[in-house]
């Protein structure tokens, strides 16, 4: 199927091509045997026999990328495909696809691209697929100064790898990037958020506008301050 170009196929064709590799992926992770993927796809256990040994000889070369409309171009050795899917469904699964290409690279010497190892994984049902952005979404422009719109957002992680939850309490300046404040809390808490804005215009002074995850729903709080300058700490009320 590589070097193939899909965008000749028909719709249903490309749907199928989708099918069959998320069947394959799902019983290479182990999530399915090999007869019952025969069973969903379609074909007999002696086909699909022929098949995994295929993939055992030659590679696994079935990934299709739907928006670059054609399959990957390289053939991947099938005990690495299981590998990577079995690291991340026993060791990696709190692991957003970034950390964890990071992690097969520093650590398990897979040198895989990050669009292949995303693909992989959200075929294997491990991760879930991004909802599809229609082409009006543009990038939101930055302020154009500092203090104009801060960033501020608790993520809860297993950051030491083991059985420990924290949460990671970060502030950054939307103009620059700058991180004005980074703590591990036990739990993101009023207390813990607000001695982080406290840090923060003790450091920094006035901003602005405040831009946080209030229960995974974006709010943007307005403040009634002085103009965006690192001028001396003042008192911020929500407008």
Same mark, same amino acid.
Request: glycine fraction near 4%.
């Given at each position: 199927? +590589?070097?193939? !170009?899909?965008? /000749?196929? +028909?719709?249903a064709a490309v749907e199928r091509t989708m099918? &069959?590799? #998320?069947? &394959? %992926?799902?019983?290479?992770?182990?999530?399915?045997?090999w007869v019952q993927a025969a069973e969903v796809i379609g074909i007999t256990d002696r086909q699909m026999r022929r098949w995994k040994g295929r993939y055992e000889r030659y590679g696994y070369d079935g990934l299709f990328d739907r928006r670059r409309g054609q399959p990957s171009p390289r053939r991947v050795p099938l005990d690495t495909v299981e590998k990577v899917l079995g690291l991340y469904r026993e060791r990696y699964f709190d692991l957003n696809v970034r950390h964890f290409h990071e992690k097969l690279q520093e #650590? /398990? !010497?897979?040198h895989l691209s990050?669009?292949?190892?995303? %693909?992989? %994984?959200q075929g294997a049902g491990l991760v879930a697929k991004g909802r599809k952005r229609g082409v009006h979404r543009k990038r939101r422009p930055r302020r154009p100064l500092p203090g104009m719109l801060l960033h501020m957002d608790g993520s809860p992680h297993r950051w030491f790898q083991d059985e420990r939850w924290y949460d990671l309490i970060a502030v950054l300046d939307d103009a620059t990037s700058e991180i004005y404040y980074a703590q591990l809390v036990e739990e993101e808490s009023t207390r813990t958020v607000l001695a982080a804005l406290r840090e923060v215009v003790e450091q920094q002074g006035c901003f602005c506008a405040l831009y +946080? !995850? !209030?229960? $995974?729903?974006?709010? $943007? /709080? $307005? %403040? $009634?301050t002085r103009p965006p300058y690192r001028s001396r700490?003042?008192?911020l009320a929500l407008a």
């Open positions: 199927m +590589s070097g193939v !170009d899909m965008k /000749h196929y +028909s719709e099918k &069959i590799q #998320e069947v &394959i %992926l799902r019983a290479v992770a182990k999530k399915m045997t #650590e /398990h !010497d897979v990050y669009v292949w190892v995303k %693909l992989a %994984l +946080s !995850d !209030d229960d $995974r729903r974006p709010t $943007r /709080h $307005r %403040l $009634r700490p003042g008192v």
